[in-house]
Nanobody, 114 residues
Framework: QVQLVESGGGLVEPGGSLRLSCAAS????????MGWYRQAPGKAREWVATISSSGNTIYADFVKGRFTMSRDNAKNTVWLQMNSLTPEDTAVFYCNTVPVVGPWGQGTQVTVSS
């Protein structure tokens, strides 16, 4: 059974940085595109970024230039480096495959506030 465990969230001031991690159990990484998603309070979950199995990345316009996604297939882990955070980035962040085919993890809360 696939399990996704996100970590690294927290409270940060506007302009600050965080690095999120997502570790996966099960055979989910091999050959799969992986993505980060987020859900802000009162809003639907939205896609943030994708990394292909070979390491190519694409980003939502609202994070382009600020966030960087990476992966290590040997460690079954993806990361999301987030810089220049704004209060609008406050959300629970999740990782999953792209497209989503399995259960969601618990997510990690990111709060950007002064």
């Amino acid at each position: 059974q696939v399990q996704l465990v996100e970590s690294g969230g927290g409270l940060v001031e506007p302009g600050g940085s965080l690095r999120l991690s997502c570790a996966a159990s099960g055979n989910i990484f091999s050959g799969n595109d992986m993505g980060w998603y987020r859900q802000a309070p009162g809003k639907a979950r939205e896609w943030v970024a994708t990394i292909s199995s070979s390491g190519n990345t694409i980003y939502a316009d609202f994070v382009k230039g600020r966030f960087t996604m990476s992966r290590d297939n040997a460690k079954n882990t993806v990361w999301l480096q987030m810089n220049s955070l704004t209060p609008e980035d406050t959300a629970v962040f999740y990782c999953n495959t792209v497209p989503v085919v399995g259960p969601w993890g618990q997510g990690t809360q990111v709060t950007v506030s002064s």
